[in-house]
């Protein structure tokens, strides 16, 4: 079973470039989320979605968009690169429900230098 | 806001001493809690969640965590550490459709 799937695992940007970093699950999970993992920091909700074509803020969207037109994909959108979005970002799904796990990807490290 | 508070960032225990990682949380009302573990270039593992049905909960690996309503509690313990347990330890909780994770606990165990 492939769970949840991040592609690129590791990408260098430029500042001002952009890029989609993709997350797919085949658990047929309505909930998905972007994360951002920095250093001693834990891990910061960037977004979320409920449902195809349902998206929201967490508590640091500035700098990224999303989209959910399908279950199964919720790509992360960075579009001018900017040093303080060099981290370590992990998409996640569940099953919907506050009493329900998450499933976390492998993460993408992504630098912008 | 719900917020976790994960005292000290690195622990370090001897392998077969009891592992004992603590976590604290602020909640109006009855929480969802849950421990997670994450190994070096990977993406976190869910150990064990509490949701209610019982106060002790086990989990994977001979990790369990005791529920203290009275003490805003969900410590995580392990009898005897081993070498595999080394690794990264987040505790988390749930409000509404969102996860409140802590900073995290290194568990660092010496042979």
């Known amino acids: 079973n492939a769970g949840v799937t991040q592609t690129p695992k590791f990408r260098i940007l430029k500042i001002g470039q952009s890029m989609t970093l993709q997350c797919a699950q085949d658990?047929?999970?309505?909930?998905m989320y972007w994360y951002r993992q920095d250093p001693g920091m834990g891990l910061k909700l960037i977004y979320y979605s409920v449902g195809a074509g349902i998206t929201d803020k967490g508590e640091v969207p500035n700098g990224y968009n999303v989209s959910r037109s399908t279950t199964e994909y919720f790509p992360l959108r960075l579009e001018l690169a900017a040093p303080s979005q060099t981290s370590v970002y992990f998409c996640?799904?569940?099953?919907?429900?506050?009493?329900?796990?998450?499933?976390f990807g492998d993460g993408t490290r992504l630098s912008i230098l | 806001a719900q917020s976790v508070t994960q005292l000290g960032s690195h622990v370090s225990v001897s392998e077969g001493a009891l592992v004992l990682l603590r976590c604290n949380y602020s909640s109006s009302v009855p929480p969802y809690l849950f421990w997670y573990v994450q190994y070096p270039n990977q993406g976190l593992q869910l150990l064990l969640k509490y949701t209610s049905a019982a106060t002790l909960v086990k989990g994977i690996n001979g990790f369990e965590a005791e529920f203290k309503k009275s003490e805003t509690s969900f410590h995580l313990t392990k009898p005897s550490a081993h070498m595999s347990d080394a690794a990264e330890y987040f505790c988390?909780?749930?409000?509404?459709?969102?996860?409140?994770f802590g900073t995290g606990t290194s568990l660092t165990v010496i042979p």
């Open positions: 996640a799904s569940s099953g919907g429900g506050p009493n329900q796990p998450q499933h």
């Open positions: 658990m047929n999970h309505n909930y």
């Open positions: 988390a909780v749930t409000h509404g459709n969102q996860f409140y």
